[in-house]
């Protein structure tokens, strides 16, 4: 890959959102928006090689995806109602005096509430906020939520027809319809965090850039909702993961497991604010999901060493989220602790019980951890199978380099 176009695809994992966000705010239509950005990429990808990377990546793909759109509008003026295109104009027009490289930090916060609007089938918020503000396409998030293509693609049209029709404004709601669209709007902010911190494709092991903003959002989040205690613990639950970012990561760009990370590494500022709030979150509001979550998180942060990790605490929180918030996700994570402290065997005939069921297939955790039991149970040909079933469902470079290397240890003579 060349320099620029290393660029450019830099700039779309930094700035995609960002620039969409604001473009969805000053034209009052998404497709617009999107289609406005995705030129303004595909003119950086000839204008960046011959004029050299620009100073500002974002104010650059900003002045270019705001002119596109004014184009747009032109053209569409015949066919659209003209007081629709022309406020539309005068927003981008008005926009020229905002500052296009900084940040209105409000623009996504309010897209996300947009998305996550109650006139929208529960199912389809999270799916076009994951599309509109991370960029994700559509044949990513529909292996994240194990759909057939063309029913997610039809999902993201009907949504976009709703907030169009509908006249769904861009806004914050007021505080009053604030916490309707709260879990909705945590759930976002979370599967935002999970797509950098685990996301599934890509060259990168971690994309912090989306990181870094589910933590911001989640703070504007719980600073709009201070008596809502799970805002709070969600921001805990990301604080806590996150702290472990520097040494997730070999220096050569390889995945290093929990129990094999340098913990000296780890980020003791996140850690103590996540403990703070952790314990905050629990103590007023209970066992509520993400509070759930972010205490198993906890007791992974407060061990020194992988060997003292609680996994017999962490198996019994696993075990009450199984019983209130049951899903397949969260029984896949009670048989990995399961695995921890009865042993791989017993984790075995759980995960192929879960298997079974059928609600996970073609989900990648679940074959690496079938493949995990396997190879500690030193069925070795099985594991190294297992492995590939998991590589066979879509998975980053760096995951791919990682298992591809379990499959070489399984099959070595």
Request: glycine share 4%.
């Amino acid at each position: 890959m060349s320099v620029a176009a290393a660029d450019i695809a830099q700039a779309f994992r930094e700035h995609h959102g960002t620039v969409l966000a604001r473009l969805i705010r000053l034209t009052g239509d998404f497709d617009v928006a999107e289609d406005a950005v995705q030129q303004a990429f595909a003119i950086a990808l000839t204008a960046w090689p011959r004029d050299g990377v620009p100073c500002s990546a974002q104010a650059w793909i900003m002045t270019a995806a705001r002119n596109r759109a004014i184009d747009q509008l032109r053209y569409a003026r015949r066919f659209l109602p003209r007081a629709a295109a022309e406020s539309a104009l005068e927003n981008l027009a008005a926009a020229v005096n905002e500052p296009a490289d900084g940040h209105l930090p409000d623009d996504r916060l309010r897209l996300i509430f947009t998305c996550c609007h109650t006139a929208l089938a529960p199912e389809a918020r999270v799916a076009l906020t994951l599309h509109t503000l991370c960029g994700l396409t559509t044949e990513q998030i529909a292996r994240a939520f194990l759909l057939p293509l063309p029913a997610l693609a039809q999902r993201l049209v009907r949504a976009k027809k709703k907030i169009r029709d509908a006249a769904i404004p861009y806004r914050v709601p007021p505080p009053e319809l604030l916490p309707e669209r709260l879990d909705s709007v945590l759930a976002v902010i979370y599967l935002v965090f999970n797509e950098g911190y685990l996301g599934a494709s890509g060259d990168v092991a971690i994309r912090t850039e989306l990181c870094d903003e589910a933590i911001r959002l989640a703070r504007l989040v719980a600073a709009l909702l201070p008596a809502e205690s799970e805002a709070r613990a969600l921001l805990a639950l990301m604080l806590l993961q996150d702290a472990r970012r520097a040494a997730r990561v070999s220096p050569d760009g390889e995945i290093v497991l929990l129990e094999e990370q340098d913990r000296s590494q780890w980020d003791r500022a996140r850690i103590d604010e996540g403990l703070a709030l952790v314990e905050g979150a629990l103590r007023e509001g209970g066992a509520q999901p993400y509070a759930l979550q972010a205490a198993i998180a906890a007791l992974h942060t407060q061990a020194r060493t992988a060997r003292e990790t609680d996994w017999r605490q962490i198996m019994a929180l696993y075990a009450v989220m199984v019983r209130l918030y049951p899903s397949p996700v969260v029984d896949l994570n009670y048989c990995a602790a399961v695995s921890m402290v009865d042993g791989p065997e017993a984790a075995l005939r759980l995960l192929d019980a879960l298997e079974a069921r059928g609600t996970l297939r073609g989900y990648q955790w679940l074959y690496s951890a079938r493949a995990d039991c396997l190879r500690r149970l030193g069925r070795s040909a099985e594991a190294a199978a297992a492995y590939q079933q998991a590589i066979d469902c879509g998975v980053s470079d760096p995951e791919r380099r990682f298992l591809l290397k379990r499959i070489a240890e399984c099959t070595r003579p």
